[in-house]
């Protein structure tokens, strides 16, 4: 699937109900885990120590934090769509996010994205996207959620 160019409101609204888009593949390796742990203060063994979690989880080894899975949305959001002609985006909001599989260090990951609605708040546009986390070759996705960025869009 191509990336979707939008470059205003108008442009936006087409794809209301609509799956804009999936994203590629990426891989969480155990380098990224732990340098989001380091960044987080996050040093939880699960994450962390592979061995163990070998031994002592239904995993196989390691995960990765769940923060971690949402914190590369932008940047899998990023490749399905590119948002033109704006002066700035916000990060507004999370509703209705699930973590509902472990993602095991090693698994590739993909981010689908629908747009549910999208508002127009006197010139900014604020819009909804339910985004879900696949893993490669799991039926059961990463993530559910309701993803809210604020569009200014240049008048």
Do not use: D, P, Q
């Given at each position: 699937m191509s990336k979707v160019v939008i470059g205003s409101h108008q442009e936006f609204e087409q794809y209301i109900g609509e799956v804009?888009?999936?994203s590629d593949y990426l891989t969480i390796d155990q380098e990224r885990v732990n340098a989001f742990a380091d960044a987080t203060l996050d040093h939880q063994w699960i994450h962390l120590d592979d061995a163990r979690a070998?031994?002592?989880?239904?995993?196989?080894?390691?995960?990765?934090?769940?923060?971690?899975?949402?914190s590369i949305l932008p940047h899998l959001w990023q490749q399905i769509a590119e948002i033109n002609?704006?002066?700035?985006?916000?990060?507004?909001?999370i509703e209705k996010l699930k973590f509902n599989q472990a993602v095991v260090v090693g698994s590739a990951v993909r981010l689908k994205v629908k747009l549910t609605s999208l508002a127009d708040l006197r010139g900014i546009s604020k819009c909804q996207l339910n985004v879900t986390l696949e893993i490669k070759d799991n039926p059961k996705p990463a993530f559910i959620g309701e993803m809210i960025f604020l569009y200014h869009f240049k008048k």
């Open positions: 804009i888009g999936v070998k031994k002592e989880t239904k995993f196989g080894g390691t995960i990765a934090h769940g923060y971690l899975t949402l002609n704006i002066e700035m985006m916000i990060n507004y909001g």
